[in-house]
């Protein structure tokens, strides 16, 4: 079974300022899927980012950038000039490409502060 | 505007009560999924469906039931609420066929169980 791991259960970071939220994965598979959810407190997860993992130039949007190592089974989140909307649960998700699945693998997140 | 909903958005309920947690989906999407994540914490996975009259149970195991008989409607029963299944329950939806398959998630039900 994959798992997931974010080694990071809390992160800090100055408003305008460049954070990194990491995320590792254990799998067997060669062909899968990975994403960032964001969860604001007391608001809906929504999707941040995705990576498909035969892609590897690495996934953009806007001040969000992911860092992608297959071989290392690495998948790391950049968060660019950090503004205050950006203070939230970060979750790291694995999905498998095989036919008929559907379920993601989650991380256990990271609680990202921003500081004005 | 397509959109997945859950309601309540909160409920305070006794001990040995029934509740139904609705969960529905506008965007046509086949698989539908319930987690369990309690404040903060990791989401856990405890059903979900690929289609109408198909459902799983997940990975956490869990004392309640769902029922897929309209594609855009996954609701969740709990038959006797009990203060252990004080949490809060998010549900989800996925389109079918190739690609990423990305999860969109309701707005989530806060429950809590006295």
């Known amino acids: 079974a994959q798992t997931v791991t974010q080694s990071q259960p809390e992160m800090s970071v100055q408003e305008a300022e460049t954070v990194t939220l990491s995320c590792t994965y254990d799998?067997?598979?060669?062909?899968?899927?990975l994403f960032w959810y964001k969860q604001p407190p007391s608001r809906q997860m929504i999707l941040v980012i995705r990576?498909?993992?035969?892609?590897?130039q690495n996934a953009t949007e806007n001040r969000f950038s992911v860092n992608f190592q297959k071989a290392a089974k690495s998948f790391s989140l950049k968060i660019s000039d950090s503004q205050l909307g950006d203070a939230a649960m970060y979750f790291c998700?694995?999905?498998?490409?095989?036919?008929?699945?559907?379920?993601?693998?989650f991380g256990k997140g990271t609680k990202l502060s921003v500081i004005p | 505007e397509a959109d997945i909903y859950q309601t309540p958005r909160y409920l305070v309920i006794g001990t040995g009560k029934k509740i139904t947690l609705e969960c529905s989906q506008t965007m046509g999407h086949d698989k539908m999924y319930w987690y369990q994540q309690d404040p903060g914490m990791e989401l856990h996975l405890i059903h979900y469906?690929?289609?109408?009259?198909?459902?799983e149970k997940g990975d956490l195991s869990s004392e309640s039931t769902v029922s897929r008989i309209r594609t855009e409607h996954f609701p969740l029963t709990l038959e006797s609420a009990r203060p252990s299944h004080t949490s809060q329950y998010l549900c989800?939806?996925?389109?079918?066929?190739?690609?990423?398959?990305?999860?969109?998630f309701g707005p989530g039900t806060r429950l809590t169980v006295l």
């Open positions: 989800a939806s996925s389109e079918g066929g190739g690609g990423y398959h990305e999860q969109f």
């Open positions: 469906s690929y289609g109408v009259n198909s459902t």
């Open positions: 799998t067997s598979e060669s062909d899968y899927y």
């Open positions: 990576q498909e993992a035969y892609k590897q």
């Open positions: 998700a694995y999905r498998s490409a095989g036919a008929g699945s559907y379920q993601l693998t």
